[in-house]
Structures are given as structure tokens and as C-alpha cells.
């Protein structure tokens, strides 16, 4: 570690990211002195440096760093014997750059309002950071306009004429021009991200693929070209959505959320041997101890990483869990008819789950994963169409085993608004196990049937009782037939029956309205 001394202390360090010494704090410096503009370049110095210094530790802004900027700007008023209490931050802006003209202020004073900017841009305060570069540029002259459908914070940073650091300033940790280039690049990419999430597509383009051509580590430029990926995939574009995701596995071979992104896309076009790669690699992927990192210039201290923050991008950069992944290839071998396949997967699927903690389920509601039992149905059902039939038994006995006391013994048949008519038979609480009658059976499986079906294709437990009634499995197939959705687990089943007359299915419920004593 080499330090280099200024006029006042420790003003610059360079050493790798993550082993700077404790930061210089302006305020207990200057705690108890009277501001003066003699020493004042040299305090708005160390308040940078230390700043800096600060938000790379703490790997992010932290609280504070607003108040410590505000407290610098009143510190220039007061030794221009002018009050800056009482004023908002943006007023102190305004104060200051309009009316403090010391030359040798203007330095450290354009390399505390990138500062600002940054803090205001992690802070997602746009408005701010438009108005302050609007001081920045000329704080008495007119503003920079944006040409056509230039974005104005753009056009600002980029008419933004920083000034020239002569050789005797007092050193600082990050210059001041590429300070410049981050703020591009972040607000760029920010107000990209905003636009994909209110759906302006278009704008959301141009603003992502200015960012991809600004200046940021290879991990967010691969996080770029996905958000770019996601876009274009949006606008109808899945051909160029591919080449976007493609090029971000080149720059950052680790970005995984490409990959997740790219089987949806191959799914799009129906291209399921390219969907199936893009998922075996993913699994591959997630379940590989994550390599090294990619280098970070130490340098940088303040960097896009630190300033972008948007509810858009934490969803697209989560990471599938590998269950989920597992039971996507699983589901798509079996809808796509590659039944060895299915069943390898399936069975990897099940081992997976039964591990212990260490292979939790994810719990959010966006998991791609469906409740466990239907798991075990799923993958009985490949093994059934891969003629592994004593397999497919045991698969079904083990979930029979546990779920069984799940499944009530009795049933109060309530009507759900979903299914649409009145429940079959009459009120109270008939036995699940009750055989009276052929009729009565098979139109409470078809009833039963239709009820889960209405319900988005989920069958209750205590349906599989039902398979106890005489001829009732052909009449809830039946029904399940007659509705749609259907669980993944019946494709096999629903293939090897007949899709019956819907008179003949209403006349059965109609003998048994009629039979029970109630009108039809």
C-alpha cells in the first residue's frame, strides 16, 4: 500500500479495492474552525476524498453523504459571509454556483457536484440530478438543449465541460473525468431500466444501447446487453434478442440470467432443442462454485455498480434456484414427448428434493416450481409412457403415503363460484368412500372433476378417494376431458380415453339431480 501526502494529511491512497485505510471526516477536521477561503480547496478536497472513500467500503451509498455535501456548501457560503442555513440541498446548489465566482473554487466545487449527482442518481432522483448539471454547465447562461429524441441528462453530462486539475492541486482518489464517464453510462442505463419498466419500449432501446457504449465493468456491460436482450424480446425482436444475450455470455461467461433469458426466447420461437441446451447449461451453471470474479479497477471507487439500483433489474438478475431449472428441463422433455429424458431428470428432480436442507424449494411466488406432489405425479406419468409401470406404482404409492393424511375422511361439498352450477347431491357431508350407486359416483367424480377444473387445473387431495367409486375414474377423466387446463400428470391419461358427448355427460347429471329428489 503506497500513500501520498498533500498539504493537509492523507489525501490519497492507492491500494487494491478493499483495503483503503479509515477515511479523513471533513467535519471533525474542521469542527470548531471558522470557514476561510484560503484553506477551503483543500477542505472540499479531503470532504471528496473522504466520501469516496466511504462509498466504496460501505459497497454503496450509505446515509449521510448528503448532509456531509450540504454541510461543505454552507461551509463555502460562510466564508463568502453568506448564510446557507435553512436552504434544501438544491438551493444550496443554486447559491453557491451562482454566487460564489473564486477561481480557485471552481475545481473542487465541480468535483463535489459529481458527487452529488451520483448520490442523487443511486437515490433514483432524476430531477435533482437534471437541475444540478444545469448549474453545472453555466450557471447564468442559457441551458443545453437536447437535439431531437436526445435525452436531456444526457446531453447535459455530456455538454458538461469539466474543468482542467492543474498539476498542484491536492491530490484526489478519482479524477474528476471519469467520475464524468460513470454518471454518463449510470444515468443512461437507469433511465433505460425505467423505461423497460413502464413498458416504453422504444425509448428504453435507445437508452440501453447508449449505455452499452459507455464506459463500466464487463459485469454490468453483460447486464446491459441483457436488459437489452429482455427489451427487443418484448418488442417482438427475438432474433436480435439472441444476439443481445449472446453477447452478453461473451463479455461475462458467469451471467446467468442471459441464459435463463435465452431458453424463454428458444421457447418463444418453439425451438426446443436449443431451449433444452440453454436450460442444461443454466443447471450447469448454478450448481458450479462461482469462478472468480471479474476484476474491478481499484481505481474506481465510485462505479455503475454502486449508482444503478431499479426494482427492473433485481428481477431480471435473479438467480433460478437449480430445483427449478431441474424441473423445467424435466417438464419440457416430458411436453415435448422425450420421455427417457423426462424421466431422468424427473427422478434427478425427485432425489433433489428429498436431500435435506440444503435443497430447500424456493418459497416466492414466482418459482417456476409447482407443489411437490404434483412433482411426483409428473414424473410418475413419464414413467408410465416410458412402460416403467412398476416404477410409475412406486412413485404413486409414495405419494399416496405422504399425503395420506392430508385427505380427509369426509367431504362438505361447498360450491365454488369458479365451477359454475350447483354441487351434485345433497347438503351436508357425504362419505368419500360412499358407493351408493353408480350415478351417484360418477356424476360427483364429474362434478368433482369440473370444480377443479374451473379452479385453474389443480385437483384437491381428497379427489383421489373419489377413485374409489365404481366407474368414477372414467367419468372424472371425462370431465378433465371436457375442460381445460389439465395437469401435466393427465396428458397420458386424457390420450387413451374418448371425448364424451357433452349431452351424454349432462343427461348422467341430470338422472342424478333427478334420482336425489331435487329438480333438474
Same mark, same amino acid.
Given at each position: 500500500m503506497?500513500?501520498?501526502?498533500?498539504?493537509?494529511?492523507?489525501?490519497?491512497?492507492?491500494?487494491?479495492?478493499?483495503?483503503?485505510?479509515?477515511? @479523513?471526516?471533513?467535519?471533525?477536521?474542521?469542527?470548531?474552525?471558522?470557514?476561510?477561503?484560503?484553506?477551503?480547496?483543500?477542505?472540499?478536497?479531503?470532504?471528496?476524498?473522504?466520501? @469516496?472513500?466511504?462509498?466504496?467500503?460501505?459497497?454503496?451509498?450509505?446515509?449521510?453523504?448528503?448532509?456531509? %455535501?450540504?454541510?461543505?456548501? %454552507?461551509?463555502?457560503?460562510e466564508a463568502c459571509g453568506v448564510s446557507g442555513q435553512d436552504l434544501s440541498t438544491e438551493e444550496l446548489w443554486q447559491k453557491v454556483l451562482q454566487d460564489v465566482t473564486t477561481e480557485e473554487l471552481c475545481v473542487p466545487l465541480h468535483r463535489l457536484g459529481a458527487l452529488q449527482g451520483a448520490v442523487w442518481l443511486a437515490a433514483n432522483c432524476l430531477g435533482s440530478v437534471t437541475g444540478?448539471?444545469?448549474?453545472?454547465?453555466?450557471?447564468?447562461?442559457?441551458?443545453?438543449?437536447?437535439?431531437?429524441?436526445?435525452?436531456?441528462?444526457?446531453?447535459?453530462?455530456?455538454a458538461w465541460s469539466v474543468p482542467v486539475e492543474e498539476d498542484a492541486s491536492p491530490l484526489v482518489v478519482?479524477?474528476?473525468?471519469?467520475?464524468?464517464? +460513470?454518471?454518463?453510462?449510470? &444515468? &443512461?442505463?437507469?433511465?433505460?431500466l425505467q423505461g423497460l419498466e413502464a413498458g416504453n419500449l422504444p425509448a428504453a432501446l435507445s437508452l440501453l444501447q447508449a449505455a452499452a457504449s459507455g464506459f463500466c465493468s464487463k459485469r454490468v456491460l453483460a447486464q446491459i446487453y441483457t436488459c437489452l436482450g429482455r427489451c427487443t424480446q418484448q418488442m417482438g425482436k427475438p432474433q436480435t434478442a439472441l444476439q443481445h444475450l449472446k453477447q452478453a455470455l461473451q463479455v461475462d461467461f458467469q451471467c446467468v440470467s442471459a441464459l435463463s433469458q435465452a431458453a424463454l426466447v428458444y421457447r418463444q420461437l418453439g425451438e426446443t432443442e436449443a431451449e433444452l441446451e440453454a436450460l442444461t447449461l443454466l443447471? !450447469?451453471?448454478?450448481?458450479?462454485?462461482?469462478?472468480?470474479?471479474?476484476?474491478?479497477?481499484?481505481? #474506481?471507487? +465510485?462505479?455503475?455498480?454502486?449508482?444503478?439500483?431499479?426494482? &427492473?433489474?433485481?428481477?431480471?438478475?435473479?438467480?433460478?434456484?437449480?430445483?427449478?431449472? !431441474?424441473?423445467?428441463?424435466?417438464?419440457?422433455?416430458?411436453?415435448?414427448?422425450?420421455m427417457a429424458e423426462a424421466v431422468e431428470h424427473y427422478l434427478d428432480l425427485l432425489a433433489l428434493l428429498q436431500e435435506g436442507p440444503q435443497q430447500q424449494v424456493p418459497l416466492h411466488g414466482r418459482s417456476a416450481l409447482p407443489r411437490i406432489p404434483e412433482v411426483f405425479l409428473e414424473a410418475a406419468s413419464a414413467l408410465e409412457q416410458l412402460e416403467?409401470?412398476?416404477?410409475? +406404482?412406486?412413485?404413486?404409492?409414495?405419494?399416496?403415503?405422504?399425503?395420506?393424511?392430508?385427505?380427509?375422511?369426509?367431504?362438505?361439498?361447498?360450491?365454488?363460484?369458479?365451477?359454475?352450477?350447483?354441487a351434485p347431491g345433497r347438503a351436508g357431508s357425504p362419505s368419500l368412500g360412499d358407493t351408493r350407486g353408480v350415478p351417484a359416483a360418477?356424476?360427483?367424480?364429474?362434478?368433482?372433476?369440473?370444480?377443479?377444473?374451473?379452479?385453474?387445473?389443480?385437483?384437491?387431495?381428497?379427489? #383421489?378417494?373419489? +377413485?374409489?367409486?365404481?366407474?368414477?375414474?372414467?367419468?372424472?377423466?371425462?370431465? #378433465?376431458?371436457?375442460?381445460?387446463p389439465y395437469p401435466l400428470y393427465l396428458a397420458s391419461c386424457l390420450k387413451q380415453v374418448n371425448r364424451p358427448h357433452d349431452e351424454a355427460l349432462a343427461k348422467d347429471l341430470q338422472d342424478y339431480v333427478r334420482t336425489s329428489g331435487q329438480d333438474p
Open positions: 503506497e500513500a501520498r501526502l498533500g498539504h493537509f494529511g492523507l489525501l490519497s491512497v492507492q491500494t487494491p479495492l478493499g483495503t483503503h485505510p479509515t477515511p @479523513l471526516l471533513c467535519s471533525s477536521l474542521t469542527a470548531g474552525l471558522p470557514a476561510a477561503l484560503p484553506s477551503l480547496s483543500l477542505e472540499l478536497t479531503v470532504l471528496y476524498n473522504s466520501l @469516496l472513500f466511504a462509498i466504496s467500503e460501505s459497497d454503496g451509498l450509505v446515509e449521510g453523504e448528503a448532509e456531509r %455535501i450540504s454541510h461543505g456548501l %454552507i461551509r463555502v457560503l444540478l448539471f444545469r448549474l453545472l454547465s453555466d450557471p447564468k447562461g442559457p441551458e443545453p438543449s437536447a437535439h431531437g429524441d436526445e435525452n436531456e441528462l444526457l446531453a447535459l453530462l455530456k478519482q479524477s474528476i473525468k471519469d467520475l464524468k464517464e +460513470i454518471l454518463w453510462t449510470s &444515468a &443512461a442505463f437507469l433511465q433505460g443447471y !450447469k451453471a448454478l450448481e458450479t462454485p462461482a469462478q472468480e470474479a471479474i476484476t474491478i479497477n481499484p481505481c #474506481l471507487l +465510485i462505479r455503475t455498480e454502486l449508482l444503478v439500483h431499479s426494482p &427492473a433489474l433485481a428481477s431480471l438478475l435473479s438467480r433460478s434456484h437449480p430445483t427449478e431449472v !431441474k424441473y423445467l428441463l424435466a417438464q419440457r422433455c416430458l411436453q415435448a414427448g422425450r416403467r409401470h412398476k416404477d410409475a +406404482i412406486a412413485v404413486c404409492e409414495e405419494i399416496i403415503t405422504r399425503t395420506e393424511d392430508l385427505i380427509p375422511e369426509t367431504l362438505r361439498i361447498e360450491l365454488n363460484a369458479s365451477a359454475g352450477g350447483e360418477a356424476s360427483q367424480g364429474a362434478w368433482l372433476a369440473r370444480s377443479a377444473a374451473g379452479n385453474g387445473g389443480a385437483v384437491p387431495a381428497w379427489a #383421489l378417494r373419489v +377413485i374409489r367409486c365404481p366407474r368414477a375414474p372414467r367419468f372424472l377423466t371425462c370431465a #378433465l376431458v371436457s375442460s381445460r
